[in-house]
Structure formats: C-alpha cells, structure tokens
C-alpha cells in the first residue's frame, strides 16, 4: 500500500500531468473563456511536437523549435478557423475533431514518412538531445526523499521543472487576461454573442483570437508531452482530446486552478483506482491486459457521477458556467 500511495503522489507531478494541464488552459481560452466547442485539441498538440521534433532533427536550435512549434498551432488555428467560427457550437466541434484526425492520418501516412516518420513517429533520440544537455542536474538518477527519477532523460527532474513552471506561466497569462477588458468580451461572447455584437464588437475576430492563442497554449503542451516520450501520432487521437476536455470539466471550466487540479485528480485517481484493482482483484479474473480498461470504467462512471451532483466541477461556479449549460 505504501508503494502504491507514492506513485499516485508521483503521478501528481509527473511531466505527463503538466503536459495535460497546459493543453486544459488551452482549452479554457476556447470554452471556458469563449465557449467554442473546440474537439480538436489533440491536434494541436499534435502539430506542436511535430513543429518542434522536426525543427531539431534538421538542426534547428532549441529557441526556433519553441517558436515553430508554436507557429505552425496558431497557422492551424487560422485556417481552422477562418471558415468555421461561424458555425454553431455543435458544428464547430465536428469540424475541429475531423481536422485533428485529418493531422493525425496526414501525421502517419506513408507519403510523410521521411517527415513525420508515418505511424512509427519520430524516436526520442532524434529530438531530445539539445533539452537535456541543458539540465543541471547528474546524467543519472536523483532521489528526493521517496521519489527517484532521471536527472536528465525522458521523464526526469529537468523535465518535471520546466513542465510546471510554463504550466504556471500560462495560468498566470490566463489570469491576467480573463480579467482584462479582452477577456470580458470574450466572456461576452460566451453568454450572448448577439449582444457583444449589437455593441460593435468584432465577435468573429475575438473568437479567432481566442482560438489561435489556445492552439499555442496546446501545442507546447504536446512539446511537453514528447519531451518525456516521443512523437506517435496515435497517441494524440480522439481519446486525447476527450480526456483534456474531462480535466477541465472535472476541475472546472472558465476557473484559474481548475485545468491543473483536474488533470492532478485524474491521473492519480487512474493510478489508484489500477494499483488497487491490481492488489484485491485475483489474475483469473481480471489479468493485467485488462486492469487498465476497468480502471477507466470505474474512473468514468466516477465522473459521470461528478457531472450528475456538481456539473460546474470541482472549483467552477455553476452560476458562471457548468457542464450542462
């Protein structure tokens, strides 16, 4: 049991769990801040490992890697844009999840392999190297008290550091800019475009905006996310996008904490719910193959339940926002 309570509190730090949490602020700027039904955010960060893998591999330093992986999100986001905020709220999120799966098919076809290196992706070890020359600590592991991670490969130390400080960066903007008069409007436009509109404003423009800034927002997420694996483009499907949208419900959508406090409660309700059902549950009945799908049903009717009793999640105020508005 000991072990166990340490790695669900290891899970609450991991690089993975900041990856998912800034790809949630992203989507906060779309539904929390604007509400734009936006299914595609996979493909953002989809897009943004790739900017960023390919850059390096080519020989492109860490800083332009950054920027490309930033760039090629918002270029999406223009043109995903341009002929789709106009639509209603449920079009909108058929068009967004039928281009990020149009990324993902584009990401691992053969055409591209040279590229994106088709279903197969692109190694660690072609990306990874100029991130980790910059680590501080010792090429091996470290232990700080019950936790041991890598100084500097994959999941390490550096990585955890650096996942949570842009995380906390990028609440801080969020913050910032849902209190300014560009984030009223926006708020505006999520309660009664109609309205914002009869006063003058250039709703079209403000949605786009707000998309194009948390399509960069969920691109250096996906950077993230390959900074502690690699680039498969079949880790950012469908699924992705819904457990993004499931951490920001379940912490709160429109909230300041509420992306990070999801994606820290789901994960290690993941973790807790597979190391118990693998301590109590015999392999004759449920062997390992199988822990991992019940433990997603269980962590699913849990939020099923959530959405049913507090439909604003854990943090939000249902007179703001909530689920079943």
Avoid at 101 to 111: D, F, P, T
Avoid at 120 to 147: A, C, H, Q, Y
Avoid at 213 to 231: D, N
Wanted: net charge neutral; with cysteine.
């Amino acid at each position: 049991m000991g072990d166990l309570l340490i790695d669900v509190v290891r899970e609450a730090f991991t690089p993975t769990t900041a990856a998912f949490a800034l790809a949630a602020v992203g989507l906060n700027f779309h539904f929390g801040l604007t509400g734009l039904l936006n299914m595609g955010q996979a493909g953002f960060m989809l897009l943004g490992m790739y900017g960023f893998a390919i850059t390096i591999r080519e020989g492109g330093p860490l800083w332009l890697a950054v920027i490309v992986a930033i760039a090629v999100a918002m270029v999406f986001g223009l043109l995903l844009g341009w002929p789709t905020l106009k639509l209603r709220g449920d079009y909108l999120a058929i068009v967004t999840i039928a281009a990020a799966e149009m990324v993902r098919y584009l990401g691992r076809s053969q055409n591209l392999n040279s590229l994106t290196g088709a279903s197969t992706g692109i190694r660690g070890n072609e990306f990874k190297g100029p991130f980790e020359d910059l680590s501080p600590f010792p090429d091996s592991m470290v232990d700080v008290g019950p936790f041991a991670l890598h100084g500097t490969r994959s999941t390490s130390w550096w990585l955890v550091i650096v996942a949570w400080v842009v995380v906390a960066i990028f609440i801080a903007i969020f913050w910032r800019l849902s209190r300014s008069p560009w984030g009223r409007v926006l708020k505006g436009i999520r309660e009664d475009e109609d309205a914002v509109r009869s006063l003058g404003k250039n709703v079209y423009s403000y949605k786009m905006q707000a998309l194009v800034i948390g399509g960069g927002v969920g691109a250096l997420a996906g950077v993230i996310w390959s900074l502690g694996a690699s680039v498969q483009p079949d880790s950012m499907g469908r699924p992705t996008t819904f457990w993004v949208w499931t951490l920001l419900l379940l912490g709160g959508a429109a909230t300041i904490f509420g992306p990070v406090l999801g994606s820290i409660l789901f994960w290690c309700a993941l973790v807790l719910v597979k190391g118990l059902a693998a301590m109590w549950i015999p392999d004759t009945v449920l062997n390992q193959q199988q822990l991992e799908p019940f433990s997603l049903v269980l962590v699913g009717v849990t939020l099923m339940c959530l959405v049913i009793f507090r439909p604003q999640g854990v943090l939000g105020d249902k007179r703001e926002l909530a689920f079943n508005d």
